[in-house]
């Protein structure tokens, strides 16, 4: 069956430190893998795109990784601060290229002060 | 911000029913997107358009249709409301800023429309 997995329990970690996030899936071939960031009561924001031909992309203090081989992406936070605390989401296209985007169950991150 | 909106914002209904939320967009955007996000299953995808009377169904796609008569509305309608279709429904648009057939991929969120069925 098709999957996409991530940590469903929630990471602390102390502020500065570099936060590690990781997203699997089982039975896709996307295209493309986003990361989103999730307040409560509010919709996701969008963080950064990768696509299958890259290995890397860094936005700020931002930088995700995808490794097709391995069917996984981290997401890393370095330099953490208590405002990056928040829900965080990775979403891949179904089918490729189809932008039809399904989301995994998302990763709670809590930078400590 | 993208020009998404989303309502009603809140409804409280009773099983059995029909319910339509609406979502619009001012970006010219190709696709359009339903989610519903539910405590334990994160957002899982009910239905798409990949253009003005052109869907596809998501995850979670029963009991749900949609139509889009337009490129800037995209309804969701629940025939006969379930207790189980309590949920926070968030709409969401992507595309290129032209209107045009390519997509930067990227999604923008609508605030969310939380249905309560009694």
């Known amino acids: 069956s098709q999957k996409i997995e991530q940590n469903s329990e929630a990471l602390n970690i102390q502020e500065g430190k570099t936060a590690t996030l990781t997203c699997n899936y089982t039975n896709y071939s996307p295209a493309y893998l986003q990361w989103y960031r999730q307040d409560p009561g509010r919709g996701p924001v969008f963080l950064l795109l990768?696509?299958?031909?890259?290995k890397e992309k860094r936005k700020e203090r931002l930088k995700v990784t995808f490794d097709t081989t391995l069917k996984q992406s981290l997401f890393h936070i370095t330099a953490s601060q208590p405002a990056d605390s928040a829900t965080y989401l990775c979403?891949?296209?179904?089918?490729?290229?189809?932008?039809?985007?399904?989301f995994g169950t998302g990763t709670r991150l809590k930078v400590l002060a | 911000d993208a020009g998404i909106t989303q309502s009603p914002r809140h409804k409280v209904t009773e099983t059995g029913t029909p319910v339509t939320l609406r979502c619009h967009q001012t970006?010219?955007?190709?696709?359009m997107y339903w989610y519903r996000q539910d405590p334990g299953h994160g957002l899982r995808l009910i239905h798409y358009s990949y253009g003005v009377k052109d869907t596809d169904k998501g995850e979670v796609s029963d009991g749900y249709s949609v139509s889009r008569s337009k490129t800037e509305d995209f309804l969701l309608t629940l025939e006969s409301a379930t207790s189980s279709q309590t949920s926070v429904y968030f709409c969401a648009i992507s595309g290129s800023p032209s209107g045009g057939p390519t997509n930067t991929g990227e999604l923008f969120f609508g605030e969310g429309s939380r249905l309560t069925v009694l």
């Open positions: 970006e010219n955007h190709r696709y």
């Open positions: 979403a891949l296209d179904a089918s490729s290229g189809t932008y039809k985007y399904i």
């Open positions: 990768i696509r299958e031909n890259e």
